[in-house]
């Protein structure tokens, strides 16, 4: 069922809607044989073909099994009519356009003529395979979140999200954006394969370089992108691009493992929007349920960044693939992750590169005589935090350029500890987001002066993400970089030791 949708004009429940139609209703070639379930616009059944020779038991297949979906248009308001029998326009046809295994097959529409029920009169049905059970169903059974807890299930969750990532990335290549990606919406046949369906709000991309569509100003509240609670309506409806899909794909990888809740806080999907665009406009983290293992919780970061062009960095191809690797190779331990953060530290003090003692002290340039805004930072790692010995292990990379993924080849020399107080030169609300080992995550960044050497009068500054600080100094925005390497005055080597690509969160 649908969990509130955007638009707020889908028709009313009401007594004739509603009405179930008994076994044994025609529909064509088909027939009713029972209710499977209810969303906004349409009411979908059970049903079997007409002619389907009786079946003696133990003989022969199964009779074929469809999904009849009931869109009805009697008593709607013109505009909303409209928009069913646009809804059925487009399953039809993305479903002759861009049939594939993923997606749920679509075999046929029929349109009613029922004087006799006068609220069925004019429906579109639309004729489906049918499906066991949907995501919904599972995440409600608790199957998937107990994923994280038993193997079996956790592989089952690669699987499935695998699979729906084979079937956005075969929808995307051919020029669609499903635009209501949600569990409801992702069905699991009775062989256990997975496809997407409900087609109703896709979107075939046009623009100069196909990388945008229009859609009807309608969605499932929860699953929309920060962009979409702002976005404009034109002529043709509300711009949506494939990372859209990429979102909802965050926010369902969330559900399976945290019980089914969303990372984004509040009481009703309105709440939870208001969420979603404080932490896209920097003003809040975004809290991953610890539930989440490492991996999933990098990957749904990824998919929650907040900005349309963050996100459009991580395709469902390119997620598809760190899924695939992630279920061929062995299983990350976990502290693994834990020391995610530190990793850098490991690498560079191997090479001997400059390690600093304290605090920067007086050497940060005052500003016109003004002492300098300072922070202190923080290591979310209880174990480092009561250390005093600037363990290598316990330190942290300050990031040469905050747009860049957080990696050994993006950070300078200079480590910092727990405790440590830095100069601040400024903050940048919208840099790479970042997550903590305590699962706070943020896009902000501080932009400060490196520890002062000795041999040099003026040291040179470096980003800190504010995960890594409890302090919010008043400073001015800084200027948004422009790639250009911040200058560090000793080289930045990259260990050979550790993949440059190594995500440090
Ligand atoms: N082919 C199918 N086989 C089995 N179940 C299906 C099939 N298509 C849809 N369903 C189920 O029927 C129910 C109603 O589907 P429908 O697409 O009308 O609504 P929805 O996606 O919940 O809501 P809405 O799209 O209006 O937000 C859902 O629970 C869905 O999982």
Not at 95 to 117: F, N, Q, T
Not at 464 to 487: I, N, Y
């Amino acid at each position: 069922m649908s969990r509130g949708s955007a638009g707020g004009d889908g028709p009313q429940a009401d007594g004739d809607r509603t009405e179930l139609l008994p076994r044994g209703y025609r529909v064509g070639g088909w027939e009713v044989t029972e209710p499977i379930g209810s969303g906004g616009w349409a009411t979908v059944y059970a049903g079997s073909p007409v002619d389907s020779p009786p079946r003696q038991p133990g003989t022969g297949p199964e009779p074929v099994e469809v999904a009849l979906k009931f869109l009805p248009t009697a008593g709607l308001a013109p505009r909303q009519a409209r928009k069913v029998a646009e809804t059925a326009r487009r399953e039809v046809e993305l479903g002759r356009r861009a049939g594939h295994p993923r997606l749920i097959r679509l075999l046929d529409s029929v349109v009613i003529s029922d004087p006799d029920r006068a609220f069925l009169d004019g429906a579109i049905v639309l004729v489906m395979e049918r499906a066991e059970r949907s995501l919904r169903d599972l995440f409600d059974a608790g199957v998937a979140g107990a994923a994280g807890a038993a193997g079996v299930a956790g592989a089952d969750v690669a699987r499935l999200f695998a699979e729906i990532c084979e079937g956005l990335a075969h929808l995307h290549g051919s020029g669609w954006v499903h635009g209501d990606l949600k569990p409801e919406n992702i069905l699991l046949m009775a062989d256990g394969a997975l496809k997407l369906s409900d087609f109703g709000l896709a979107t075939e991309l046009t623009g100069t370089h196909g990388t945008h569509g229009y859609a009807p100003p309608m969605g499932t509240l929860d699953y929309l992108p920060p962009e979409r609670w702002q976005a404009p309506l034109g002529e043709h409806g509300v711009e949506v691009r494939p990372s859209a899909d990429i979102w909802a794909l965050g926010i369902m990888v969330h559900e399976a493992f945290a019980s089914g809740a969303s990372p984004f806080p509040g009481a009703t999907p309105v709440a939870r929007g208001a969420a979603v665009q404080e932490y896209a406009d920097g003003r809040a983290p975004l809290r991953i349920d610890s539930a989440l293992p490492p991996f999933w919780r990098a990957l749904a970061a990824d998919c929650l960044a907040p900005t349309h062009a963050e996100r459009a960095a991580h395709s469902a191809e390119s997620l598809l693939a760190r899924i695939a690797a992630r279920s061929t190779a062995p299983r990350p331990v976990r502290r693994r992750w834990r020391s995610r953060a530190a990793l850098v530290t490991v690498a560079v003090c191997s090479v001997a590169a400059t390690v600093w003692s304290h605090a920067v002290g007086d050497a940060a340039s005052a500003v016109k005589g003004q002492p300098p805004a300072r922070l202190r930072v923080f290591n979310a790692d209880d174990g480092c935090r009561v250390r005093t010995d600037r363990n290598p292990q316990c330190s942290l990379g300050l990031a040469i350029d905050p747009l860049k993924p957080y990696t050994v080849d993006n950070v300078v020399p200079v480590r910092v500890w727990h405790g440590d107080v830095l100069a601040v030169v400024c903050r940048l609300p919208r840099g790479i987001p970042i997550i903590d080992e305590s699962d706070a995550s943020s896009t902000e960044w501080y932009r400060v002066r490196l520890p002062a050497r000795p041999s040099s009068a003026a040291s040179a500054s470096a980003w800190l993400p504010a995960v890594r600080t409890a302090d919010h100094p008043r400073v001015p925005d800084c200027p948004r970089p422009t790639g250009k390497p911040v200058s560090t005055s000793v080289p930045t080597p990259v260990p050979a030791s550790v993949p440059a690509s190594m995500p440090v969160r």
